[in-house]
């Protein structure tokens, strides 16, 4: 009778464990799925803030990676409006514009250096920067002028593939 008593206790300690092990399992494993999500997800974000960083410059590209491709066709030149000064008369800007393409980006792969499709874009967000400016401004600080064509454009192409915009010969009336 005595091994009858304790195979029952046994039994009932089994039975014990298996209630508690189930408990355990129900109330422990959601959390910890939801930990290893929220672990996971925050993997991702700094794996993108590496991988995305801030935007490439022309200056972290070796030259030979680099294509230029000119929006202005033939050499010639390109003109644009200023906002109004503060005597409220229109000046103009005439220039040149090119744009510096990383050839190792996802971008040169799908437009190669063909930008021609999307050129018109381009130049609207070019001339949209440009008419936010008085020619006082512009004159004052052309580099602010070109560091929002610059980012206005990788946000549009990506960071890593439009990554400098080159003005050249500018004459502003």
Do not use: R, W
Not at 18 to 29: E, G, N, P, S
Not at 66 to 74: F, H, P, S, T
């Amino acid at each position: 009778m005595k091994k009858n008593l304790i195979s029952v206790l046994i039994l009932a300690l089994v039975f014990a464990n298996l209630v508690l092990t189930a408990l355990l399992i129900f109330t422990i494993l959601p959390e910890t799925k939801k930990a290893n999500n929220l672990i996971d997800q925050v993997c991702q974000a700094i794996s993108l803030d590496l991988k995305s960083g801030a935007a490439t410059s022309a200056s972290q590209i070796p030259q030979e990676q680099i294509a230029d491709y000119a929006l202005n066709a033939d050499g010639e030149n390109l003109t644009f409006s200023f906002a109004p000064s503060d005597d409220n008369s229109v000046h103009i800007l005439v220039c040149g514009i090119s744009l510096s393409l990383n050839k190792e980006s996802d971008g040169y792969k799908q437009y190669k250096e063909d930008l021609s499709t999307k050129k018109n874009v381009i130049l609207k967000e070019v001339t949209d920067v440009i008419g936010e400016y008085s020619m006082e401004q512009y004159n004052a600080d052309k580099s602010a002028v070109h560091d929002k064509i610059l980012k206005k454009l990788q946000k549009d192409f990506g960071a890593d593939y439009i990554v400098d915009v080159n003005i050249v010969s500018s004459l502003t009336q």
